[in-house]
């Protein structure tokens, strides 16, 4: 009996080692096996201090004497930097707000180089932006907000390269200048473009004057063309004329000089006819009194008929001048 109760006591201290064994070996295990996350890596430290860092994955540690450090992000991580008042070199309150981009580079050095990271980096980043703006007037602070980013950018960088972070950039959220300095600059916006309307106005109407005036001198000019041609029209219908005058008057002659009385007659009572004429239809006359005698316009009269008999190559014998037509010449 006493030694089946020995060999019973022996199988359950057996079964119990065993089970603590195994709960020992499993928990062991667990401790010895990370899953670490996408974007996450952690650092290892062996009694207490860092031994090495465990990327995303699985990762293996020694139990009981290696253990999770610090579990750091290395994704790109945004920080919202608070308003701040700060003043510009011509002693100008504004108010500045901004926000920073920046990755973990060496999880070890930003584990351990710095104790609070992202505070770090929100103080590290107003007091540069305080200095950044002290160096700028309110004017250049406010039309180049692509320089100031660029400079906290430099700075911001280069400050925070020994704890193993890189500041991919910064942006000047807004800034806000005191209330009596943004309505003067309301007022000079606005008189500004006042300013501009009325250059604008000036030069447009300085355009129509210009575009009148020119319109003016080439309707002068083409004016002018048209009375010199007209005028040479004229000069050239005078001339004509006076060819055609000459030529009739000298043909005349040569008809006087070989003795034909009639072409006289005919040249003279042409224009005798033609200055009637002139009288009688003047727009200023009404009633014309010719003091001329009936024996003269009848011989006239009859010297155009012997020459248009003559021309015609009638028969009948010539007149005497100041004989009137179909009246029969005295005899000599």
Do not use: C
């Amino acid at each position: 009996m006493r030694s089946e109760e020995a060999a019973m006591e022996l199988t359950i201290g057996l079964s119990t080692f065993a089970v603590g064994a195994a709960a020992l070996a499993v928990i062991t295990l667990a401790a010895g096996v990370k899953m670490i996350p996408q974007g996450y890596v952690y650092t290892v430290e062996r009694f207490g201090r860092y031994a090495r860092t465990l990327e995303s994955g699985l990762g293996l540690i020694v139990p009981f004497v290696d253990r999770i450090g610090r579990r750091v992000n290395v994704m790109e991580q945004v920080i919202d930097v608070p308003s701040q008042q700060a003043f510009t070199r011509d002693n100008a309150g504004v108010t500045i707000d901004a926000v920073v981009f920046y990755q973990v580079l060496d999880a070890a050095r930003a584990s351990y180089e710095v104790s609070n990271l992202d505070l770090a980096m929100t103080t590290l980043t107003m007091t540069n932006i305080r200095t950044v703006v002290g160096a700028m007037d309110l004017d250049q602070l406010l039309a180049h907000r692509d320089e100031i980013n660029e400079r906290l950018l430099r700075v911001l960088d280069a400050a925070a390269a020994p704890w193993g972070v890189k500041i991919n950039r910064i942006e000047i959220k807004d800034i806000v200048p005191p209330a009596d300095l943004a309505g003067a600059m309301a007022r000079q916006m606005k008189a500004e473009r006042e300013k501009r309307a009325s250059i604008l106005e000036a030069e447009g109407q300085r355009a129509a004057d210009i575009l009148r005036a020119e319109g003016r001198k080439q309707s002068a000019i083409l004016e002018a063309e048209g009375r010199r041609e007209a005028a040479f029209r004229d000069a050239e219908a005078r001339e004509r004329s006076a060819e055609a005058e000459a030529a009739a008057t000298g043909m005349v002659s040569r008809a006087i000089a070989e003795g034909d009385i009639a072409a006289a007659n005919f040249l003279v009572a042409e224009k005798y006819v033609d200055a009637v004429r002139a009288l009688a239809t003047a727009p200023n006359q009404r009633v014309v009194v010719v003091p001329i005698e009936a024996a003269a316009l009848a011989g006239t009269l009859g010297g155009i008929g012997e020459l248009t008999r003559a021309v015609f190559g009638e028969a009948n014998p010539p007149r005497r001048a100041g004989t009137p037509p179909n009246v029969a010449a005295p005899r000599s």
